[in-house]
C-alpha cells in the first residue's frame, strides 16, 4: 500500500483493512479492561467510496452513502443498558480529553 504525498513521493502505509481489524482489537481490549462484567462487540470498517477495496473476515468495507444503513443493521446488544452506554461516553471522552492536569 502507498499513496503519493503533496511532494509528488510515494510513501509506503499500512493496509487500512489491517489496520481497522487490529485498532478494533485495541478497542475491544480496552473496553473489556474498564468494565469486566460486560463484553462490548466492537466491529472494524473502512468507510471508501473505492470499488476495488474488498472486505476481509475481520473487516467489512461500506461505502460512505450505505454507513448509516451499516450501522443500523448492527445486532442490538441487549446487555448494553443504558447506564454501560452512559458509562462508555464517558471513558471515551475522558480518552479524548486527555491527561487530567
Request: aromatic share 6%; hydrophobic share 40%.
Amino acid at each position: 500500500w502507498e499513496i503519493r504525498d503533496s511532494r509528488g513521493r510515494w510513501v509506503p502505509i499500512e493496509n487500512p483493512l489491517q489496520r481497522a481489524s487490529r485498532d478494533a482489537e485495541r478497542v475491544r481490549s480496552w473496553l473489556a479492561s474498564n468494565d469486566r462484567d460486560f463484553l462490548v462487540r466492537v466491529y472494524a470498517a473502512v468507510v471508501t467510496d473505492d470499488p476495488t477495496m474488498g472486505r476481509s473476515p475481520d473487516c467489512a468495507v461500506v461505502p460512505t452513502s450505505e454507513l448509516a444503513s451499516w450501522l443500523e443493521a448492527l445486532p442490538v446488544q441487549r446487555g448494553l443498558t443504558t447506564a454501560r452506554r452512559e458509562h462508555l461516553v464517558e471513558l471515551v471522552r475522558a480518552l479524548a480529553a486527555g491527561p487530567a492536569r
